[in-house]
């Protein structure tokens, strides 16, 4: 399976780099995180990357298909 530039950013964090990630994200769609979730969307944020580096590792078979967006 091919992925977009976004998707291989989004695999390529580490668990230090999701809580940036995630307040530079939410800032670039105009989300305010209320202070009391800040640790629970980025505990979510850093398992959906590991959730979807499972996937994409199981979808390897497919690379020559074409790269579809990632929408986080």
């Known amino acids: 399976m091919a992925i977009d530039a976004a998707l291989k950013a989004f ?3 580490t668990d ?3 809580a940036a990630y995630a307040d530079a994200r939410a800032a670039e769609i105009g989300l305010t995180l ?3 979730t800040l ?3 980025r505990e979510n944020l850093a398992l ?3 959730q979807t ?3 994409v590792a199981a979808l390897d078979g497919r690379a020559g298909e074409p790269a ?3 929408q986080p």
Do not use: Q
Request: aromatic content about 10%; cysteine-free.
């Open 39 to 41: 640790a629970a969307v």
């Open 53 to 55: 580096a499972l996937f």
């Open 16 to 18: 230090g780099d999701v």
């Open 68 to 70: 579809e967006t990632f």
């Open 48 to 50: 959906l990357r590991t």
């Open 34 to 36: 209320p202070e009391p």
């Open 11 to 13: 695999l390529d964090l």
